[in-house]
T-cell receptor
Framework: DAGVIQSPRHEVTEMGQEVTLRCKPI?????LFWYRQTMMRGLELLIY????????DSGMPEDRFSAKMPNASFSTLKIQPSEPRDSAVYFC????????????FGPGTRLLVL | KQEVTQIPAALSVPEGENLVLNCSFT??????LQWFRQDPGKGLTSLLL?????REQTSGRLNASLDKSSGRSTLYIAASQPGDSATYLC????????????FGKGTLLTVNP
């Protein structure tokens, strides 16, 4: 398997623009997680899905952030409008087991909002 | 609210040295604890997972211990190599119906040849 795939790997945009990050989990994994990593706050869970259904979105910072999982092989994280403080590395991870013992991380999307 | 702290934030050692990375957490009601490795520009890779009922786990030159009552874990790396250079993060999982992982900010390890 190719592992968790994220696109784009790098994104530079201007404040106010819409940003869409994409993730393809490992086939057969029914849990999907979105994380954000910054120097100040470290790695934080934004939202996670089970069988395409959002389970916990308490980490989503504000209404400008939204995430969807229309099917088992695709998820998006959207920021609209983007702000400079959204600059971070966004990771997607997936897991297959009920207790999410091991999460497999993608390479991340490095987002810079100017 | 669970808080995870890792000390030191950065560590530089000569090749061959044995070393210990520390992780502490404020809420001892955890389900398990994991140690991850993160290489620059890449995602995280799980190294070791310790269940709350266990005291330690070993994989090759790595040994992780867990003292749940005191809220501490250590990652011991024996005979360090330059290839061990990376950021090491620990994460705790809360039990119950929420499977959220709470991460520390990591320790940046540099092993010098």
């Amino acid at each position: 398997d190719a592992g968790v795939i994220q696109s784009p790997r790098h994104e530079v945009t201007e404040m106010g623009q819409e940003v869409t990050l994409r993730c393809k989990p490992i086939s057969g994994h029914d849990y999907l997680f979105w994380y954000r990593q910054t120097m100040m706050r470290g790695l934080e869970l934004l939202i996670y899905f089970n069988n395409n259904v959002p389970i916990d979105d308490s980490g989503m910072p504000e209404d400008r952030f939204s995430a969807k999982m229309p099917n088992a092989s695709f998820s998006t994280l959207k920021i609209q409008p983007s702000e400079p403080r959204d600059s971070a590395v966004y990771f997607c991870a997936s897991s297959w087991d009920r207790f999410q013992e091991t999460q497999y991380f993608g390479p991340g999307t490095r987002l810079l909002v100017l | 609210k669970q808080e995870v702290t890792q000390i030191p934030a950065a560590l530089s050692v000569p090749e061959g040295e044995n070393l210990v990375l520390n992780c502490s957490f404020t809420d001892s009601a955890i389900y398990n604890l994991q140690w991850f490795r993160q290489d620059p520009g890449k995602g995280l890779t799980s190294l070791l997972l310790i269940q709350s009922s266990q005291r330690e786990q070993t994989s090759g030159r790595l040994n992780a211990s867990l003292d749940k009552s005191s809220g501490r874990s250590t990652l011991y790396i024996a005979a360090s190599q330059p290839g061990d250079s990376a950021t090491y993060l620990c994460a705790v999982k809360r039990g119950g119906s929420n499977y959220k992982l709470t991460f520390g900010k990591g320790t940046l390890l540099t092993v010098n040849p």
